[in-house]
């Protein structure tokens, strides 16, 4: 079945991938330029996986030396290709593949912030650590002390999902006026 997208050579997905590549200074997963690159309608995974693997082999993109292993950063040559072959796609595709590269970067910088860690204490029970870091230092850190597994994974799932909104609720809690009546209940 013909694709309806702009990118239909694998030619194409291959400046698409570089070109995307462009927009990130950072090591990155291959799952994460998949939800870069799939903006066309013409190309699925198994197109991009060939073609990725391709510029991996002819050393336009390369495994990152990074302590995480399966990332992946584009390289000199990489980058030239890309420059010149840019205007080789559409505009709006080039448009949408800039959109979603900074959507991803959000999500990754998002994430990489949302730390969450569980260690087993005695008595069954877990100390849950809970933190919104900017890369250097905590702005939000918070341990809290549950009585079973499932908890401490809630605690976990819920942090990483809801981190904002969790930390303006502590804040504005925190910086929240307390009238007299709840002073006495202290």
Known sequence: ??????????????????????????????ASL???CLIDDAFGYLEFAE??????????????AGEKENEFLITEKGRDAA???????????RERAQRSAI????????NAGIKTAVKEGEKNTFQVTLSICDGSEDILS??????NREQSLMLERNFKKNAEKIYNAVLNDLLREYDEKEKDLR
């Open 142 to 147: 918070v341990g809290i002390m549950v009585g």
């Open 1 to 30: 079945m013909p694709g309806y997208g702009f990118i239909r050579e694998k030619h194409e997905i291959k400046f698409l991938i570089l070109y995307a590549m462009t927009f990130l200074d950072f090591p990155v997963s291959e």
């Open 51 to 64: 073609a990725f693997r391709e510029l991996v082999d002819t050393g336009h993109i390369q495994k990152s």
């Open 34 to 36: 998949i939800d870069i």
């Open 83 to 93: 420059g010149i072959f840019e205007k080789q796609l559409k505009a709006s595709v």
């Open 103 to 110: 959507r991803v970067i959000r999500k990754l910088r998002r």
